[in-house]
């Protein structure tokens, strides 16, 4: 809607986990290189855990990319509500295996024969579960033993697990001992730190066409961060009201009375602790009553 006004090609602030607008920051930068350094070593089981909204599931589409570059197969499950036989019809239409889908038995000699097919001519097999700590107990204990299956050379199957952080909760019940010792990487995302905030806001709005961005001031982006907790969909949710209010009121700079318009639509809590303002951080702003408050202390 705004894209024109602001001279975008695309939305800067979409919602969806899109690897072209990957901001690289440390962090994720690290959790992809596990993720693939894990599929490559054929490491079994892989956790990727994180709060809602740090990047799992866009880590999840940057390992696809890459498992489509390299031709390695691969079964992804994003609705991980699922019972033992969908799990298991799932998998079997992901990998493309000749049998009777609805038969646990076959699909599971099915898969042993074509991982072990795909082992030794030196190809590796992958299982991405997204939101797997939605997973039934039964389901995620098919998926332990699917982590068992193994030759000398290692593991047949790659496993990936991603979800929030009650997944670590999870692997911690007394039945997934053995799956949480056979965890052989660990990846975490936590919030953005200001910086990265900063730098993130910056990337998407060049990446979507705009360069060296005036729009959204550094004052702007503190405060920013302070609202959204450095959570990138919160961050995005938040950039994009923001333009949208800028559009709606004809000017190219945002305002904190707008970005305080958003938030409070936005019915967003964040920690009361503002940091100081005066009227020269942030010119022409007109400071409510509690920021007025936190000035006189
Ligand atoms: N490193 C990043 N680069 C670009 N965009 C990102 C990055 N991390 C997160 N995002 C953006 O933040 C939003 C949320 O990301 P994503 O859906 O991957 O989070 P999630 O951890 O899977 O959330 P949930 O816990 O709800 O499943 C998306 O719009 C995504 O594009
Ligand atoms: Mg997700």
Redesign the pocket.
């Known amino acids: 809607m705004y894209n024109a006004f602001f001279g975008f090609t695309q939305n800067p602030f979409?919602?969806?986990?899109?690897p072209a607008?990957?901001?690289r920051?440390a962090q994720?930068e690290e959790a992809l290189a596990n993720l693939i350094y894990g599929v490559q070593s054929r490491k079994g089981f892989i956790v990727l855990t994180?709060e809602?909204?740090?990047?799992?599931?866009?880590m999840l589409e940057c390992l696809r990319d890459f498992l489509y570059a390299q031709q390695i197969a691969f079964a992804s499950l994003f609705n991980s509500r699922l019972t033992v036989e969908q799990f298991f019809e799932m998998l079997s239409y992901d990998l493309d295996l000749r049998c009777n889908r609805l038969s646990k038995t076959e699909v599971l000699l099915a898969l042993n024969s074509m991982l072990l097919e795909r082992t030794s001519a030196g190809r590796t097999t992958v299982l991405i579960v997204d939101?797997a700590h939605n997973l039934a107990w039964d389901v995620l204990e098919e998926i332990r033993l699917l982590g068992n299956l193994e030759n000398r050379k290692g593991k047949l199957l790659q496993i990936i697990l991603a979800g929030?952080q009650e997944l670590d909760r999870k692997l911690e019940a007394p039945e997934f001992r053995q799956l949480k010792q056979r965890i052989a990487l660990r990846c975490v995302?936590r919030s953005f730190l200001p910086e990265e905030t900063l730098a993130y806001v910056n990337s998407r709005m060049a990446r979507a066409g705009l360069k060296d961005q005036q729009v959204i001031s550094p004052e702007l982006m503190e405060e920013i961060h302070l609202r959204s907790q450095g959570i990138?969909?919160l961050i995005?949710a938040i950039c994009d009201n923001l333009l949208l209010t800028s559009f709606a009121m004809e000017t190219r700079t945002a305002t904190l009375e707008m970005l305080d318009e958003v938030t409070s639509d936005m019915r967003l809590e964040y920690p009361g602790n503002r940091p100081f303002r005066t009227e020269e951080t942030y010119p022409g702003a007109v400071l409510r009553p509690s920021h007025a408050r936190i000035q006189a202390d």
């Open positions: 979409n919602m969806s986990p899109d607008f990957l901001f920051s994720h994180g809602v909204g740090t990047g799992k599931t866009t939101e929030q995302l990138p969909r995005n």
